[in-house]
């Protein structure tokens, strides 16, 4: 059983929610949103086992699919996202008894014209969980801002008002197989907590080129030594930058 819509339009919608802890697969789909719009993700995951999502086409206003918090075991295969926000895991950590977020796979996606591509969001000064084996792998990047963020000092709107580093545990990380465009200079922006960092997080075959006046792309770290295998433009950490001194947005 789940809530399904093929098309919406305004605010504040998300047309597949699966029901908690039960396993299934979203059936094709094409959900849209204007770009403008605020809080339409188009498909939202959250507290599932075993959830499939192939060759949906999601234009929207917010992530193209959001992945919160107690989904394990999750596919995402074959999906197309543009306009939005890419395809996020998070945000999480902002509320306490957060369930863990184990299994998430992501693969054959293409991302076009979106505020970010593939992304992992928590929050800073957040409440304790963990997150573990999440996956992303051949995905095709076209003008796309933010292509590959694994972003662990998330807070939008200037809702952080303490900087204390997020707590929530991540580990068994990997972005393979990841190339195309960039419309900004940062291509790649590794940031795990300094007071937990990331642990076992591999990057691997990567080519993002960014033809902007500024120069090639570069990629920002911090608290992270990745794993580096195959090729790899921008090189692996160019930038070394701080997880609590300036917070990072939408």
Same mark, same amino acid.
């Given at each position: ?18 029901? !908690?802890?039960? +396993? ?6 094409? &959900? ?50 543009? &306009? $939005? ?10 509320? !306490? ?9 992501? +693969? ?8 970010? $591509? ?19 792998? /051949? ?11 694994? /972003?662990?000092?998330?807070? !939008?709107?200037?809702?952080? +008002? ?27 922006? @590794? ?16 080519? @993002? ?22 090729? @790899? ?6 930038? @070394? ?10």
């Amino acid at each position: 059983m789940m809530e399904m819509g093929a098309s919406l339009e305004g605010e504040k919608v998300i047309p597949f929610r699966p029901v !908690p802890y039960m +396993k299934e697969q979203v059936p094709t789909a094409q &959900p849209s949103a204007p770009p403008d719009s605020l809080n339409t993700d188009g498909i939202h995951i959250g507290r599932s086992d075993g959830v499939y999502i192939q060759g949906a086409n999601v234009k929207t206003g917010d992530d193209c699919v959001s992945i919160g918090d107690g989904t394990k075991n999750l596919h995402v295969e074959k999906v197309t996202c543009g &306009p $939005g926000h890419g395809i996020s895991i998070g945000s999480l950590g902002r509320y !306490p008894n957060e369930d863990h977020v184990v299994g998430v796979y992501v +693969k054959n996606c293409v991302i076009s014209g979106t505020d970010n $591509g593939v992304r992992i969001k928590t929050w800073l000064n957040s409440y304790e969980t963990v997150a573990s084996d999440l996956h992303f792998e /051949d995905i095709a990047m076209n003008n796309v801002m933010n292509p590959v963020m694994l /972003d662990q000092a998330y807070c !939008p709107y200037n809702h952080c +008002k303490a900087r204390v580093a997020s707590k929530v545990k991540l580990s068994n990380i990997s972005f393979k197989k990841i190339s195309g465009t960039t419309g900004n200079k940062v291509a790649i922006r @590794l940031v795990c907590s300094s007071g937990i960092p990331c642990q076992n997080v591999e990057i691997a075959d990567i080519d @993002l080129k960014y033809n902007g006046r500024a120069g090639p792309a570069v990629s920002e770290c911090a608290n992270v030594k990745p794993k580096i295998t195959e090729k @790899l433009n921008p090189a692996a950490c160019t930038k @070394l930058v701080s997880d609590t001194g300036s917070a990072t947005s939408a």
